[in-house]
């Protein structure tokens, strides 16, 4: 499994943009597909971002497409997600994961958790009107 860490929560209002970072030592990341989800406090996990292997084919959730944007930093070996005009259901903690590095997925990268076997901690946000 491949350790990560997320950053970049913060405790910040509506309208501001947020940039995560997702970094992992010892590996190199662009060899994995990255999801990044979210979970509010007493609701279900949510797809929010992923970004496919070796690629910058990227989905989306419905709750931040159109306004958000994964990316990869190759010499600093991290994915991005940027999430503009932040709402207060945004209000969550921040997962990243990685998939295993042995399976091609059909389209790109998995949108469901279980494509995935490594996690962060998570990083929170809060945001308020």
């Known amino acids: 499994q491949v350790q990560l860490v997320e950053s970049g929560g913060s405790l910040t209002h509506a309208g501001a943009s947020l940039t995560f970072s997702c970094a992992a030592s010892g590996v190199t990341l662009d060899d994995y597909a990255i999801g990044w989800f979210r979970q509010a406090p007493g609701k279900e996990r949510e797809f929010v971002s992923c970004?496919?292997?070796?690629?910058?084919?990227?989905i989306y959730g419905n709750s931040v497409k159109g306004r958000s944007t994964i990316s990869r930093d190759l010499p600093k070996n991290i994915v991005t997600l940027k999430i503009n005009n932040l709402k207060p259901e945004d209000t969550a903690d921040y997962y990243c994961?990685?998939?295993?590095?042995?399976?091609?997925?059909?389209?790109?990268?998995?949108?469901?958790?279980?494509?995935?076997?490594?996690w962060g901690q998570g990083t929170q946000v809060t945001v308020s009107l």
């Open positions: 994961a990685a998939d295993s590095p042995h399976i091609y997925h059909v389209y790109g990268c998995p949108t469901y958790a279980a494509g995935y076997v490594s």
């Open positions: 970004i496919a292997k070796n690629s910058d084919q990227a």
